[in-house]
Structures are given as structure tokens and as C-alpha cells.
T-cell receptor, first 119, second 114 residues
Framework: AQTVTQSQPEMSVQEAETVTLSCTYD???????LFWYKQPPSRQMILVIR??????QNATENRFSVNFQKAAKSFSLKISDSQLGDAAMYFC????????????????FGTGTLLAVQP | KAGVTQTPRYLIKTRGQQVTLSCSPI?????VSWYQQTPGQGLQFLFE???????NKGNFPGRFSGRQFSNSRSEMNVSTLELGDSALYLC?????????????FGQGTRLTVV
């Protein structure tokens, strides 16, 4: 079974600074997707960024980028130029690709990292 | 394009009652998944429906059930409510094809069992 681990329950960053959130996962599959979701106090789960395992290039979305290390099964999220609106709970999530056991959209989540942004 | 809509947003029920939650996916999305979020257990997968068929189920008791209609709208039902069922229930929809692996979430239904 796949597992996702986020070892940082809480992180803090100064506004305009850079912060990196860690995520490791365990799987025997070679093809899968990884995601970072943000959950602000409103509780709406918002997709931040996605990575496909077969793509070696790290995904980037504006101020958000990932460091995907497939061999190490590591998937960290870097937030540059942090803004007050980035304060939220961040979840790392794993999804199998369609090759395994048929298509599925089941997401396996980590326990989350609560990010505080200090003005 | 409208997002994922969950109704109701808040619900208070008594132990032993049953409850039905509704989820309308993004137009064109045929996959709907449900998750339970609690402080103690985090985010746990309940089940997934695709084209009116349940194709994946999490480790929850039979009191939790769901269904999907021909317009892709989904409902989940919890019977004989227990205090431990108090949680935020999130619904996610997806196009469910190789090029669109993302799931988009609704705002959730906050269920309180008293």
C-alpha cells in the first residue's frame, strides 16, 4: 500500500521569504501522480501543483515549485516570495496512474503542514 | 465554469439518525470521490464513483454508502450516526483521464453529530 509522510506539522516563514515543505512517500509503483493541495481556514481544498512521475522535469506554477526526487521518493514544495495569503494547511497527495488496478482517482494524503506567514 | 458544489454546508444531527450529503461535480467530470477529514485521522478516502459505478472503496463500515446519478451528481449516506462521524466531508471531481489527473474539491459539508 502507498503511504505519504509529511514530517513537519508546522512551519513559519517571513513575508517575502522562501520556505520549503517536505513530503516523502512510499510506493512500489513506477507511474503515479503527486500533488500539493492548500487548505486555508475556509476549508476549501485548492490544488497548488502537480507532478507526473514519468516526467523528470520539476513542476513550477508561478511562485510554487517542487523538487521531485523519484529515487529518494521525495516531493518537496518550495514557496518563493511568501505572501500572507499563503498561510494555510498544505497537504501532499499521491495518486496511482491508470496502469495499476484500473483507473482510479483515489488520493492518499499526508497529515499536512500548517504554514504560518509572519508579516 | 462552476466548481464543485456540496450541499448542505453545515449539518447537525443526533446519534442514531441518518444523513445524506450531496455533491455536484464540475460539468463534464464523471468521477466523484468522497473524503472524510477529522483532526485525529486526517483525510481518509471513502469511495469513488465513475459513470454511476463505485470503482473504489475505502476502509469504512457499511453505514457509509454512496451513489452516483446519470448526470454525475453524487450523494453519500451515513446511517445510524455515531459521535465519531462528526467531520468535514469533502467531495472531489475529476475528468479521470490521463491528461487530467487533478481532482477539484468542493467546500465540504461540516457534519456535527450530537
Amino acid at each position: 500500500a502507498q503511504t505519504v509522510t509529511q514530517s513537519q506539522p508546522e512551519m513559519s516563514v517571513q513575508e517575502a521569504e522562501t520556505v520549503t515543505l517536505s513530503c516523502t512517500y512510499d510506493t512500489s509503483e513506477s507511474d503515479y501522480y503527486l500533488f500539493w493541495y492548500k487548505q486555508p481556514p475556509s476549508r476549501q481544498m485548492i490544488l497548488v501543483i502537480r507532478q507526473e512521475a514519468y516526467k523528470q522535469q520539476n513542476a513550477t506554477e508561478n511562485r510554487f515549485s517542487v523538487n521531485f526526487q523519484k529515487a529518494a521518493k521525495s516531493f518537496s514544495l518550495k514557496i518563493s516570495d511568501s505572501q500572507l495569503g499563503d498561510a494555510a494547511m498544505y497537504f501532499c497527495a499521491y495518486r496511482s496512474a491508470e496502469l495499476y488496478g484500473g483507473a482510479t482517482n483515489k488520493l492518499i494524503f499526508g497529515t499536512g503542514t500548517l504554514l504560518a506567514v509572519q508579516p | 465554469k462552476a466548481g464543485v458544489t456540496q450541499t448542505p454546508r453545515y449539518l447537525i444531527k443526533t446519534r442514531g439518525q441518518q444523513v445524506t450529503l450531496s455533491c455536484s461535480p464540475i460539468s463534464g467530470h464523471r468521477s466523484v470521490s468522497w473524503y472524510q477529514q477529522t483532526p485525529g485521522q486526517g483525510l481518509q478516502f471513502l469511495f469513488e464513483y465513475f459513470s454511476e459505478t463505485q470503482r473504489n472503496k475505502g476502509n469504512f463500515p457499511g453505514r457509509f454508502s454512496g451513489r452516483q446519478f446519470s448526470n454525475s451528481r453524487s450523494e453519500m449516506n451515513v446511517s445510524t450516526l455515531e459521535l465519531g462521524d462528526s467531520a468535514l466531508y469533502l467531495c472531489a471531481s475529476s475528468l479521470a483521464d490521463r491528461g487530467h489527473a487533478e481532482a477539484f474539491f468542493g467546500q465540504g459539508t461540516r457534519l456535527t453529530v450530537v
